[in-house]
C-alpha cells in the first residue's frame, strides 16, 4: 500500500502520522482523526521513518506519530529509536501483544515514546490519548 496525505495540509490543523501494517485500523484511525489533523498514513516502518525525514526535510512539522509496535518488517521500538536520531516527534506506541514491561520503560525513560496503549481500545479514547498528547 503506498502512503496517503492530503497534498495540502490545512496548516491550522497538526500532522499526525499513523503507521499500522493492518488496512482496516490505518482507515479506521485516519477516520476518526481526519477531523481534527492532518493525516498521513503508512504501513510499514521504513516508510514512518522515510516519511517523517520526508516531512521534516520539507519543514512541516509532525507533531505525533502513533505506531504499531508488531509492523511486518521491524518492531516499534526501532522505528522510535531511528525517528529520534532526528529529533524525534512524540510517539503512542500501540500494540496488540504484550510488550516487554522493563522495553517500555526504557522506551518511555529515554523519550523514545510518551505512551503505550494496548489493543483493543475504545476510539473515543484514542481520539483523547491523541488529544492530550499534541497539546
Not at 43 to 70: P, V
Not at 77 to 91: F, L, M, S, W
Not at 107 to 127: A, G, M, Q, R
Request: glycine share 2%; charged share 35%; aromatic share 8%.
Amino acid at each position: 500500500m503506498s502512503d496517503r496525505h492530503t497534498s495540502h495540509f490545512d496548516i491550522e490543523k497538526r500532522t499526525v502520522i499513523i503507521c499500522d501494517d493492518d488496512k482496516e485500523l490505518l482507515n479506521l484511525f485516519e477516520q476518526a482523526l481526519k477531523p481534527k489533523y492532518n493525516i498521513i498514513l503508512v504501513s510499514s516502518g521504513e516508510d514512518c521513518i522515510k516519511k517523517f525525514i520526508e516531512e521534516k526535510n520539507r519543514g512541516n512539522k509532525i507533531h505525533l506519530i502513533l505506531l504499531d509496535y508488531r509492523l511486518e518488517d521491524m518492531s516499534g521500538d526501532t522505528v522510535a529509536r531511528k525517528i529520534k536520531e532526528y529529533n524525534g516527534v512524540k510517539i503512542i506506541l500501540i500494540s496488540a501483544f504484550e510488550v516487554d514491561y522493563i522495553l517500555l520503560k526504557e522506551l518511555e525513560e529515554n523519550n523514545y515514546i510518551v505512551k503505550f496503549i494496548e489493543k483493543p481500545f475504545h476510539l473515543s479514547d484514542l481520539i483523547d490519548q491523541v488529544a492530550n498528547t499534541i497539546s
